[in-house]
């Protein structure tokens, strides 16, 4: 059969972000520019027109996150971006999508920080922030993809998993998967499972869930009986309510949603995770170059694998607990001072020796210096 | 017994609302309904959009889509609605605060765009939700708990800040004059563009008594006095003018609406829809 070429693109990661969130059904993006994100931006603006959909460059960063909230909860599928400073500045609007259970997608190409830091250089500074930035406790999920390709395909996952759990989804890229230009896929919607939200309420009540069941129906603005949203605690009704019992199940259910589903959203890469001594943990853009020391590590006799989360949070804590049992070290690698760092040592340090390389200065690390801190510490072993 | 607009308009399960007694927010949340069954709109195709603080729990009791949300973001969230869905008729209720000291940015900028959307703004003059703060609108001098000594900011004048902005529909109306505001709310409504109505409200639990400014009725009659009209004013000095509040439509003048420019954009690419 010939190759459809067609199907095939050379795109930067953060093209291919837009291009997997319209086959995803985003017809709403609103942001504000700031570097790394810009390019997100920019291809929404020309691209949306053709599918009918909306852009608009809004006033700031918090106005560019509650308008594609307001589009959202007119029933379009919404997205807006951001990078360090502009992802600090749509915490609180994060925190109401998580009450009042809006779909969107908030994408943060991290840059160095804090504050304006290092603007055009890479980092993964943002990975506490993704789960505890809004005040408040509230589920999180975020995703973080490794190459283009990934890009494309992680971000249709967001789409999907912001409809089905009726959550705000962070998609975490880093500036390396931003700028990176890579040949990769690109599907039909035809060949994906493309997740809508399902409109028809329970008992007429716009909050109220099914027996067993934590996430409740949504229906747009405009498409039936007319309702009330608020970042109060609500009862199933959607109205504000200072009653602690509803205030607590309400708070439970919210957390429960993502819990009870971990399976469903956890995904994680890994490689010859079960047959090594060494395993090490990194995510996003690092995994390139875990890739490059793993290939010079061939002809040694270290045996190393590797867990690469895609699914940040909720964090596969079950697998690297598991691993944890079978190999002697654990080395976490990311471009910060220890953030992953933190949740690997909470969930393995009692099974395994947990090293560290991290980043700080706006530079890549290479494969060498993994192969380097690889080596260093088998020899202490 | 509630009055069958009442029974059409509010959610009365939902009251008593928790507002203080002699509170004007009651008052204007009526007019904005009866400009709304005068208008004879489909109460599905009306969204109603606010902000955080005392006038924003108006939402919360009237029937229609309404939608609560972060304190002075009620206009970024409304315009994210109405480009979503043009056909829908959105209003945005906030205050003074939520309006024009942290929600400022949003509001110029829609005002600017020019896109359809009514924002009323239940202006009392103070932080009522907080407890009595001066807000941009606490007239200079006046008191509020943390103007203890007197308030040496200006305060905006809203219409003017809209109208300078870009606003197509300007006007303001208070709580003694009610059916002088429901008509400015109505026009607002009807322009197809950005209109501002600054609604005087009345605030005696705090503005009131900060200022010694007497009960919620002492507080209407000053209304009835001192919110003189656009014309009359025009024909006053200056100082004739100190410590008058003009009410009245201020500007109208048709300009192009925003999410009409955006369809032409899609149109001009073939996008489907």
Same mark, same amino acid.
């Given at each position: ?21 319209? /086959?995803? =059904?985003?017809? !709403?993006?609103?942001g ?7 390019? $997100? *931006? #920019?291809?929404?603006s @020309? ?34 971006? /951001?990078? =360090?400073?502009? !992802?600090?500045?749509k ?7 998580? $009450? *009042? #259970?809006?779909?969107? @997608? ?5 840059r ?103 996430v ?12 009330n ?10 109205f504000?309510?200072?009653d ?19 399976d ?11 047959d ?42 079950e ?10 070290n654990?080395?976490?690698v ?11 040592r909470?969930?393995?340090q ?14 890549t ?17 | ?111 600017r ?43 905006f ?19 003694y004059h ?13 322009n ?21 400014k ?60």
């Amino acid at each position: 059969m010939a190759l459809d070429r067609s199907r095939f693109q050379l795109l930067q990661g953060n093209e291919a972000c837009v291009e997997g969130a319209l /086959t995803a =059904g985003m017809r !709403f993006y609103s942001g504000y520019p700031i570097t790394p994100s810009t390019e $997100i *931006a #920019e291809r929404s603006s @020309v691209r949306l027109p053709y599918y009918g959909g909306k852009f608009i460059q809004m006033e700031d960063e918090i106005s560019g996150i509650a308008a594609a909230l307001g589009a959202s909860v007119a029933g379009v599928k919404s997205m807006t971006a /951001t990078s =360090g400073p502009g !992802f600090s500045l749509k915490q609180e609007n994060i925190g109401y999508a998580a $009450i *009042a #259970e809006i779909p969107i @997608v908030i994408v943060d190409v991290q840059r160095s920080g804090p504050s304006t830091g290092l603007p055009t250089s890479p980092s993964q500074g943002d990975v506490m922030q993704a789960k505890w930035g809004t005040h408040g406790d509230h589920p999180t999920i975020a995703i973080s993809p490794t190459s283009v390709q990934s890009t494309y395909d992680e971000i249709i996952r967001a789409f999907n998993l912001s409809e089905k759990y009726r959550t705000p989804v962070i998609f975490l890229m880093d500036e390396v998967v931003g700028h990176m230009r890579e040949g990769i896929e690109l599907y039909p919607k035809e060949e994906l499972e493309i997740i809508d939200r399902d409109e028809h309420m329970i008992n007429g009540l716009p909050y109220a869930v099914g027996e067993r069941e934590y996430v409740p129906k949504m229906p747009s603005f405009g498409k039936g009986r007319p309702y009330n949203i608020t970042g109060l605690f609500h009862d199933s009704e959607g109205f504000p309510t200072n009653d602690n019992k509803i205030a607590n199940d309400e708070e439970l259910r919210l957390m429960k949603k993502i819990e009870a589903n971990r399976d469903d959203i956890i995904k994680y890469e890994s490689i010859n995770a079960d047959d090594c001594d060494t395993l090490i943990v990194c995510y996003g853009g690092t995994l390139r170059a875990v890739k490059g020391a793993l290939e010079e590590l061939e002809s040694s006799n270290i045996k190393v694998g590797v867990l690469n989360p895609i699914t940040i949070w909720p964090f596969p804590e079950e697998k690297l607990l598991d691993l944890s049992k079978k190999v002697k070290n654990i080395l976490v690698v990311e471009h910060n001072y220890g953030q992953i760092l933190i949740a690997v040592r909470r969930i393995a340090q009692c099974n395994a020796d947990i090293h560290f390389l991290g980043k700080i200065d706006g530079t890549t690390i290479s494969p060498q210096e993994i192969v380097e801190k690889i080596k260093e510490v088998n020899q202490n072993a | 017994m509630p009055s069958k607009l009442i029974e059409k308009h509010l959610r009365t399960e939902r009251l008593p609302h928790i507002w203080c007694p002699g509170c004007g927010h009651g008052i204007l949340m009526r007019d904005v309904c009866v400009a709304i069954e005068n208008l004879n709109l489909d109460k599905d195709k009306v969204t109603i959009v606010s902000g955080i603080g005392c006038s924003s729990r108006a939402a919360g009791y009237m029937n229609y889509n309404t939608l609560h949300t972060t304190h002075g973001r009620a206009i970024a969230f409304a315009t994210g609605i109405k480009m979503a869905n043009p056909e829908m008729t959105v209003i945005v209720i906030t205050g003074d605060g939520d309006a024009a000291a942290i929600g400022g940015n949003h509001l110029i900028h829609a005002c600017r765009r020019n896109i359809d959307l009514t924002v009323i703004v239940f202006n009392n003059s103070i932080y009522g939700m907080t407890g009595g703060q001066y807000s941009p609108t606490t007239p200079t001098g006046e008191k509020g708990t943390t103007a203890p000594y007197g308030n040496i900011d200006g305060d905006f004048d809203l219409p003017e800040l809209a109208r300078a902005a870009g606003a197509t529909y300007t006007a303001r109306g208070d709580c003694y004059h009610v059916p002088q505001t429901i008509k400015l709310i109505e026009k607002g409504i009807k322009n197809h563009g950005f209109s501002l109505i600054d609604g005087i409200s009345i605030c005696p639990t705090y503005y009131g008594r900060k200022n010694k400014k007497g009960s919620a009725v002492n507080m209407m009659h000053w209304q009835e006095n001192n919110c003189i009209s656009k014309s009359k004013a025009e024909n006053m000095s200056y100082d004739e003018l100190k410590g008058k509040t003009v009410i009245g439509e201020f500007y109208n003048k048709p300009k192009d609406e925003y999410t009409d420019l955006y369809q032409n954009i899609i149109k001009s690419v073939g996008g489907n829809k």
